[in-house]
């Protein structure tokens, strides 16, 4: 990382009476892919101990100036500052070096490591011998967790943990590291209700020791809780700089969309206020849905026209994909359901060619299977067209031997 003479930071629009000097800084910052742009002049600043929520619809900008500001990405145009001095980050390592550190919503550690060689990966600490001293390791993971309440044996390797936690160690990785900015995408994605809270407590610590927070997050309550200010991009360039505690929730995702408070009240992409219930006869029931160890007893009915969210935390419902892929929804059913007309959904031989799936299938109804779901498919398909092929190979053979 390279870093040149001081300058003064900028005052931020709409407090500009803090004489804080922003801990984090991009100016006009532009970014460009094969001609589309990504970053249109943006200005971004934090402060120390501010918490700011960086806002914005999916392919708004907001993923590229996190990887800006972090050292992935470098800018085409404009200039960041790290505490008011200029500076340039030429990969993430710089940036982590310097205190600025990311918690993204995958979770980027080691799963066959212990929770404290994760803490201190790169950095352990060593003995007069150079080798490393695990007692000391161990017993400084143990000090830097229990500051944030995370209770968890730091020698269990990390993939025997629930994500919940191994995201709150990824945390505490990243704090451990002299941070002076964190950078949230995503944090409470794969989190439990307990573990949220947690989090918003390490949240505010963090704070009280001057460490600027960025929060990411399409969850409006986190945002209204957490942060004090928000940045809303929207179409890759900054359309709004202000205080949260004054702006309506309604107001900010107008800004995000680009619409009129009144037509995403009366009926836009939101419709607040609304009812979506659709009195009209479902076109797929689902009753007492189970599998083994997978979903037990679970009652779905689809209306025509309705959008039926599945939800659940990140790996803590091993049945999900089951309820959501249809060839295993087949498999899944012991009580009735079906199509109206074609009750006994599970039963075997009701399965019709066309959804994806050899032999499986209703008229009408299709399944768009995750990536996973998708390899595993191409790898079925390709096994099927392999064995297609040794078997008119044999057949073919076994004419010629005939003919002589």
């Given at each position: 990382?390279t870093?040149e003479?001081?300058t003064?930071g ?5 407090e500009a009476?803090t004489?804080?000097v922003p801990?984090?800084?991009a ?31 999916n392919?708004?900008?907001k ?10 990405y470098q800018?085409?145009?404009?200039e960041l ?5 200029p500076?340039k980050?030429?990969r ?5 070096r310097?205190?600025?550190s990311t918690i993204?919503?995958?979770?980027n ?9 994760n803490?201190?990966?790169?950095r352990?600490p060593?003995n007069?011998f ?11 993971a ?13 020698r ?7 994500l919940g ?24 994605s ?17 704070r ?9 997050s ?9 942060a ?22 309604v107001?900010?995702?107008?800004l995000m ?22 009195s ?73 060619p066309?959804m994806?799936f ?5 008229p ?10 998708l ?8 096994k099927?067209?392999?064995?297609k ?13 005939s003919?002589?």
């Amino acid at each position: 990382m390279t870093i040149e003479s001081p300058t003064s930071g900028a005052p931020l629009d709409g407090e500009a009476t803090t004489p804080a000097v922003p801990v984090l800084e991009a100016r006009g910052v532009t970014k460009r892919f094969a001609g589309v742009t990504a970053l249109d002049s943006v200005d971004f600043a934090v402060r120390p101990g501010e918490s700011l929520a960086l806002m914005g619809e999916n392919g708004a900008g907001k993923s590229t100036l996190i990887k800006v500001l972090t050292g992935v990405y470098q800018p085409d145009d404009g200039e960041l500052l790290l505490g008011g001095v200029p500076a340039k980050f030429a990969r993430p390592l710089d940036a982590r070096r310097n205190g600025v550190s990311t918690i993204y919503q995958e979770v980027n550690l080691i799963p066959l490591m212990s929770v404290a060689q994760n803490i201190f990966l790169g950095r352990e600490p060593r003995n007069r011998f150079g080798l490393i001293n695990f007692a000391r390791m161990y017993a400084d993971a143990r000090g830097l967790l229990d500051v944030y309440g995370i209770d968890v044996d730091v020698r269990r390797p990390l993939r025997s943990l629930a994500l919940g936690i191994q995201q709150m160690v990824a945390l505490a990785r990243s704090v451990s590291i002299n941070a002076r900015v964190v950078i949230m995408d995503e944090p409470t994605s794969s989190l439990e209700a307990r573990e949220v809270e947690t989090l918003f407590s390490v949240v505010s610590l963090l704070r009280e020791q001057g460490i600027a927070i960025v929060y990411v997050s399409h969850r409006m309550d986190e945002i209204y809780r957490v942060a004090e200010r928000v940045i809303v991009l929207r179409d890759g360039r900054v359309v709004h700089v202000g205080g949260l505690a004054e702006l309506p929730r309604v107001e900010l995702i107008s800004l995000m969309l680009g619409r009129s408070v009144e037509k995403v009240t009366r009926g836009g992409t939101t419709a607040f206020g609304g009812s979506h219930a659709s009195s009209a006869p479902p076109v797929l029931v689902a009753d007492d849905l189970s599998r083994k160890h997978q979903i037990d007893g679970i009652d779905i009915q689809i209306r025509p026209g309705e959008v039926v969210g599945l939800g659940g935390l990140l790996g803590k419902i091993p049945g999900m994909k089951n309820i959501n892929m249809a060839r295993n929804l087949q498999k899944a059913m012991k009580g009735g359901g079906g199509f109206p007309g074609m009750p006994g959904m599970g039963m075997p031989g009701m399965g019709m060619p066309g959804m994806g799936f050899p032999g499986m299938g209703f008229p009408g109804m299709g399944a768009a299977p995750s990536g996973e779901s998708l390899t595993k498919m191409k790898t079925l398909s390709d096994k099927e067209r392999n064995a297609k092929k040794a078997q008119r190979k044999r057949e073919k053979d076994a004419r010629k031997k005939s003919r002589r």
